[in-house]
């Protein structure tokens, strides 16, 4: 059974709540705003002329008529029709295309054998959509929700309050939204769903993202798959219930180098967050907790990370499993709790990491073909320069509840090493939260 964090936790489940009634903050519907145009399932492409009493019926109409600076708005209906974003916005005069809500204003492509459902392609630059929901079906093509090409370069982009739903997904079928090699592609996705993909979200060597209060759930692979490209960050996420990692960050023919997960909410996936190939990437004030492998995997080359201020805690398997051949990671701050084996991590090479300044809960961990290190002293022993880790009970203030704020007897409170972050008292709290 799902836990579910409390509100505070997760600001991203308010994308889902503006889209399904009134669609109040998404636009004007009056008409009055200059250079906005409207469409309608109730329209005509024949005697329309755009206007809110007179609307256009078909999305293609829409894109093609609305000129730099203006705006489209989908009134409430459901489209069966795929919509190619326009190319003849600019950074000085951007192009919206809204709807009245993702409850409301819906692309339906389920049945159909389509490829993507919204394109940006050859240019489609300087654009905003919002407010609406994207539905479909895996089809023979590889095929996503939202495909922001190759072909082209398209850019300043905004992805917000969509709901973005696949039926029958299948692996490596195609993502919710997709990125695809855009070497400055200035994208924002803000209060996004994506769920029944192969992945909710890929960004495929791509730089210049941010990806935030969003939900990615009930993927076949991933939540977030973030492979290649650099200055992305991703932030205060609710990453569940994916068959594989909530966020995998990786490289392939070559490192991934980069980027930033700050905030993201990680439960109910196979394992929390996994890093492979990857260089110098920033992991802060995550929570992983109730995934069925580990709360944290590092694997496959994986340098230069630095890994403060997390909570791992309740994985069954255990809060971090530290793979082969790692170089020069850094873990300070975090809680680590045990799973169902009893274990708080799971070692396969005494090299490439640095975990002084943490908090164990139990203090055990397995080193493969060497058996288990049962208590603090042991593990001290073991790996020099770890003289300032603590154990014990972290103290939640209602960790079966979500809620990973630490009681005042805490023994993570104060513990922390100085990173030159804020904190109250006389250290850093370890995990992902500062006591009140």
């Given at each position: 059974?799902?836990?579910?964090p409390?509100?505070?936790?997760l600001?991203?489940?308010?994308?889902?709540?503006?889209?399904?009634?009134?669609?109040?903050?998404?636009?004007?519907?009056?008409g009055?705003?200059?250079?906005?145009?409207?469409?309608?399932?109730?329209?005509s492409?024949?005697?329309?002329?755009?206007?809110?009493?007179s609307?256009w019926?078909?999305?293609?109409r829409?894109?093609?008529?609305?000129?730099?600076?203006?705006?489209?708005t989908l009134?409430a209906?459901?489209?069966v029709?795929?919509?190619?974003?326009p190319?003849?916005?600019s950074?000085?005069a951007p192009?919206t295309?809204?709807?009245q809500?993702?409850?409301?204003?819906?692309?339906d492509?389920?049945?159909l054998d389509i490829?993507?459902?919204?394109e940006?392609?050859?240019?489609?630059?300087?654009?905003?959509?919002?407010g609406?929901?994207?539905?479909?079906?895996?089809?023979s093509?590889?095929?996503?929700?939202?495909?922001?090409s190759?072909e082209?370069?398209?850019q300043n982009?905004?992805?917000?309050?969509?709901?973005?739903?696949?039926?029958?997904?299948?692996?490596?079928?195609?993502?919710?939204?997709?990125v695809?090699?855009?070497?400055?592609?200035?994208?924002?996705v803000?209060r996004?769903?994506?769920?029944?993909?192969s992945?909710?979200?890929?960004?495929?060597?791509?730089?210049?993202?941010e990806v935030?209060d969003s939900?990615?759930?009930?993927?076949?692979?991933?939540?977030?798959?973030y492979?290649g490209g650099?200055d992305?960050?991703l932030?205060?996420?609710?990453?569940?219930d994916?068959?594989?990692?909530?966020?995998v960050?990786h490289?392939?023919?070559n490192?991934?180098?980069?980027?930033?997960?700050?905030?993201?909410?990680?439960q109910?996936?196979l394992?929390?967050?996994?890093?492979?190939?990857t260089d110098?990437?920033?992991?802060?004030?995550?929570?992983?907790?109730?995934?069925?492998d580990?709360?944290l995997?590092?694997?496959?080359?994986?340098?230069?990370s630095?890994?403060?201020?997390?909570?791992f805690s309740?994985?069954?398997?255990?809060?971090?499993?530290?793979r082969?051949?790692?170089?020069s990671n850094?873990?300070?701050?975090?809680?680590?709790?045990?799973?169902?084996?009893?274990l708080?991590a799971?070692?396969?090479?005494?090299?490439?990491?640095?975990?002084?300044?943490?908090?164990?809960d139990?203090?055990?961990l397995?080193i493969?073909n060497?058996g288990?290190?049962?208590s603090?002293?042991?593990i001290?022993s073991?790996?020099?320069g770890?003289?300032?880790?603590?154990?014990?009970?972290p103290?939640?203030?209602?960790s079966?509840g979500?809620?990973?704020?630490?009681l005042e007897?805490?023994?993570?409170?104060?513990?922390g090493?100085?990173l030159?972050q804020?904190?109250?008292?006389n250290?850093?709290d370890?995990?992902?939260?500062?006591?009140?």
């Amino acid at each position: 059974m799902r836990i579910t964090p409390i509100p505070f936790l997760l600001i991203a489940l308010s994308c889902e709540g503006g889209g399904e009634g009134s669609g109040e903050g998404v636009g004007s519907t009056s008409g009055n705003a200059t250079g906005e145009h409207f469409v309608s399932t109730e329209g005509s492409d024949l005697t329309g002329d755009g206007s809110r009493l007179s609307p256009w019926r078909t999305l293609a109409r829409g894109a093609s008529e609305v000129e730099a600076g203006g705006t489209l708005t989908l009134l409430a209906g459901t489209w069966v029709e795929e919509l190619d974003m326009p190319t003849s916005a600019s950074e000085e005069a951007p192009i919206t295309i809204r709807g009245q809500g993702s409850g409301l204003s819906i692309l339906d492509l389920r049945g159909l054998d389509i490829q993507h459902v919204v394109e940006f392609k050859n240019g489609a630059s300087n654009l905003i959509l919002e407010g609406i929901g994207i539905k479909g079906q895996a089809g023979s093509r590889w095929s996503h929700g939202v495909f922001i090409s190759h072909e082209g370069i398209n850019q300043n982009i905004t992805l917000r309050d969509l709901k973005i739903e696949w039926e029958d997904g299948i692996k490596d079928g195609g993502s919710g939204i997709f990125v695809h090699y855009q070497e400055e592609a200035n994208l924002l996705v803000e209060r996004v769903i994506a769920t029944g993909f192969s992945d909710g979200i890929y960004l495929k060597g791509s730089n210049n993202i941010e990806v935030r209060d969003s939900e990615f759930y009930g993927n076949i692979e991933d939540g977030i798959d973030y492979n290649g490209g650099t200055d992305v960050l991703l932030e205060d996420n609710f990453c569940h219930d994916n068959h594989s990692s909530g966020i995998v960050v990786h490289g392939n023919e070559n490192f991934h180098h980069g980027g930033v997960l700050r905030g993201n909410i990680l439960q109910n996936n196979l394992d929390g967050i996994t890093l492979y190939q990857t260089d110098a990437v920033l992991l802060e004030r995550n929570v992983a907790f109730g995934n069925s492998d580990f709360g944290l995997k590092v694997a496959g080359g994986t340098r230069s990370s630095q890994i403060i201020h997390n909570t791992f805690s309740a994985n069954a398997t255990g809060a971090v499993r530290l793979r082969k051949f790692l170089e020069s990671n850094t873990l300070r701050n975090n809680i680590f709790t045990g799973g169902d084996q009893g274990l708080a991590a799971r070692i396969e090479e005494e090299a490439g990491f640095d975990f002084d300044f943490n908090l164990w809960d139990p203090p055990a961990l397995s080193i493969e073909n060497q058996g288990r290190l049962e208590s603090l002293e042991e593990i001290q022993s073991r790996f020099a320069g770890l003289v300032n880790a603590q154990s014990g009970d972290p103290r939640f203030r209602d960790s079966d509840g979500g809620d990973f704020i630490l009681l005042e007897d805490s023994p993570a409170v104060d513990i922390g090493q100085n990173l030159g972050q804020q904190f109250k008292g006389n250290g850093p709290d370890c995990g992902a939260f500062e006591k009140p």
